[in-house]
């Protein structure tokens, strides 16, 4: 088989688990949103087959969390917004671990991994984030019940998610990465 059949394959498997997990993922919830573990094939999918497979990824979580339902309460106050943030944060959060890989992978492939691993839910929750306050800050603000804002924001929407998201990429990440590597150097 020859690489780009692999690439192809590849990204297509990863695309089925990006899907999966999100659908499974909606139904675990801490708070308001679900845990996502959907990161972490992004960012193994960035490190294995570049930074446009990064994106393509994350664009495909955006889409699944879009059709999987968990962004219905940002949808009815703002589809253009909601569609928008969720598209965008998945892209980028794919498309900049690529590129934080590709920067380092030279020097220490597993110092890139972790890099990788952490842009990657940083980018997804400081992008949402974003779009909280553009698209949704008057109706956050009612949510809060008279809290502060973007503490609430940081610490109810996405405080414990970002915390859950970053460890497990942290953790699964590398070692996923790690074993892949292994097995092709072992078919080789």
Request: aromatic share 10%.
């Amino acid at each position: 088989m020859n690489e780009n059949t692999k690439k192809i394959a590849g990204l297509g498997l990863l695309t089925a688990i990006v899907v999966v997990l999100q659908l499974l993922g909606a139904f675990i919830r801490f708070g308001p949103f679900s845990i996502s573990l959907v990161l972490i094939p992004i960012v193994v999918g960035a490190a294995l087959y570049g930074k446009m497979a990064g994106a393509w990824l994350g664009l495909a979580f955006g889409v699944a969390v879009l059709a999987s339902g968990d962004a219905g309460a940002f949808l009815a106050v703002n589809p253009v917004g909601t569609v928008a943030t969720v598209l965008l944060k998945g892209l980028l959060a794919g498309l900049l671990a690529g590129v934080c890989y590709s920067l380092i992978e030279k020097k220490n492939k597993v110092f890139a991994t972790i890099m990788s691993a952490i842009i990657c839910p940083i980018v997804n929750t400081g992008v949402f984030l974003i779009g909280c306050r553009l698209f949704f800050f008057d109706t956050i603000k009612e949510w809060a019940g008279g809290t502060d804002v973007l503490v609430y924001m940081v610490t109810g929407l996405v405080g414990f998610n970002f915390l859950f998201e970053l460890g497990a990429n942290l953790i699964l990440s590398p070692t996923i990465i790690k074993l892949v590597s292994l097995g092709r150097k072992e078919n080789k």
